[in-house]
C-alpha cells in the first residue's frame, strides 16, 4: 500500500507564511473610507494567497501532495456588511496561479469549511448560511481551475436533541444543495455525534466518499471495529476515479484532553491501522491534524525509517506491506 502524507493550512516550519491573516469587522468599521477598506481586505487575500504559493513550493520541495487550504483566505468574505464584493473576481490571477501550480504538480487539495457550516441545523437560516459558504468554498476551488478531485470535507452536525431527527434532517437537505456543491463533498465522522458507522450510512445514502478519521473514532467508537468498517468506507471511493480514499490522523493531546489534537502523530498506534488494511488498500492518503503541523509530518518520515515492513519511498510517502 502506498501511502501519501499532508498536513493543513500551516506550516510551523516556513517563517511568515500564514494563509490565514485577517481584519475584523470591528477593524473594518473604523477606516470611514468604505473603498480603501475593502482594498484593504483585498491586499490581506492577495498576501494570504501568495503565502498559500509558498507553502505549495515548500510541500514541493519535499514530496508533500496533499495539502488543506485555509478557510481563512479572504477575510470577512460573505459577512453582511460587504454585499455585493467579488474577492474572486478581484484576485483571480491569484488563485488561478495556485490551482495550476497544484495541478501541474499533482496535489491533492481541498476545504474544511469551519464548524459553523452545519447541514443538520433546523433553522433555515443557518441552513442557508451554510449553503452559502458551501458555495464560497467550492468558488474559491473553481476559480483555481481544480476539478472535482478538490473536495470540502464537513461532518454532519449536531443532534439537537434528536439524533434520528438531525440525522433526516441532514440527509434531506444535503440532497437540496447545489450540484456543483455537492460533487465536491466528503463527510467526516465527528468525535462527539455521528460515529464512523452512522457517517458511512450517511455516504451511502448520498453517494459521497468518507474520510475516516482514526483519532475521533478512538472517542467516539459507537460500538463498531475500524477493521470492519474499512472495506465499506473504501468502496465510498469507488465513483472518484483515480482518487484514493483519504483519512485524517492525529494523536490524543492528553488523557484529561483526549479529543484534542498533540503537537505530534503516534508513529506505533498509526501505523497498526495501516497494517491492518494495507491488503486491501492499493492507495491511501493522510492528513495529519497533529498542531506542528508539516514539522510533525517530517518526525513521523523519520520514525518510518525504523520500522520493518515500511519502505520510505520520498520525503512524503511510504509503502507500507
Not at 491573516?21 to 484593504?40: G, H, L, N, P, Y
Not at 460587504?82 to 496535489?107: C, Q, R, S, T, V
Request: proline share 4%; glycine share 6%.
Amino acid at each position: 500500500m502506498i501511502v501519501r502524507f499532508g498536513y493543513a493550512a500551516m506550516s510551523s516550519i516556513v517563517k511568515n507564511a500564514s494563509p490565514s491573516k485577517t481584519m475584523t469587522a470591528a477593524q473594518f468599521v473604523k477606516i470611514a473610507d468604505k473603498e480603501a477598506a475593502v482594498r484593504k481586505l483585498e491586499r490581506i487575500a492577495a498576501e494570504n494567497l501568495r503565502n498559500t504559493l509558498r507553502l505549495l513550493y515548500h510541500n514541493r520541495a519535499h514530496d508533500i501532495r496533499l495539502y488543506r487550504f485555509s478557510s481563512r483566505l479572504i477575510p470577512l468574505y460573505g459577512h453582511e456588511m460587504l454585499n455585493g464584493w467579488d474577492p474572486i473576481g478581484a484576485l483571480k490571477d491569484l488563485f488561478a496561479e495556485i490551482g495550476g501550480y497544484a495541478a501541474e504538480h499533482g496535489m491533492r487539495v481541498g476545504f474544511h469549511p469551519e464548524h459553523y457550516t452545519v447541514l443538520s441545523t433546523p433553522r433555515e437560516d443557518v441552513f442557508q448560511s451554510s449553503v452559502k459558504d458551501l458555495q464560497r468554498h467550492v468558488g474559491m476551488l473553481e476559480a483555481m481551475g481544480l476539478n472535482e478531485s478538490a473536495k470540502c470535507n464537513i461532518h454532519i452536525g449536531g443532534s439537537y436533541g434528536n439524533k434520528e431527527k438531525a440525522m433526516d434532517r441532514f440527509l434531506r437537505q444535503c440532497r437540496q444543495l447545489p450540484k456543483a456543491v455537492r460533487d465536491r463533498l466528503t463527510l467526516e465522522n465527528d468525535d462527539k455525534t455521528f460515529d464512523a458507522a452512522e457517517t458511512l450510512s450517511a455516504c451511502k445514502q448520498l453517494g459521497l466518499p468518507m474520510v475516516l478519521d482514526i483519532h475521533h473514532h478512538k472517542v467516539n467508537r459507537g460500538g463498531k471495529e475500524l477493521c470492519d468498517l474499512w472495506p465499506e468506507i473504501q468502496q465510498t471511493w469507488d465513483g472518484e476515479g483515480e482518487l484514493p480514499p483519504k483519512i485524517h490522523a492525529s494523536s490524543p493531546k492528553s488523557d484529561k484532553d483526549p479529543r484534542g489534537h498533540a503537537d505530534y502523530v503516534n508513529a506505533q498506534e498509526l501505523l497498526r491501522f495501516l497494517r491492518e488494511i494495507a491488503a486491501c488498500t492499493p492507495r491511501l492518503d493522510v492528513m495529519l491534524e497533529a498542531k506542528m503541523k508539516d514539522q510533525a509530518l517530517f518526525r513521523l518520515m523519520d520514525a518510518w525509517k525504523a520500522e520493518t515492513g515500511v519502505e520510505v519511498l520520498d520525503q512524503g510517502s511510504i509503502a507500507v506491506s
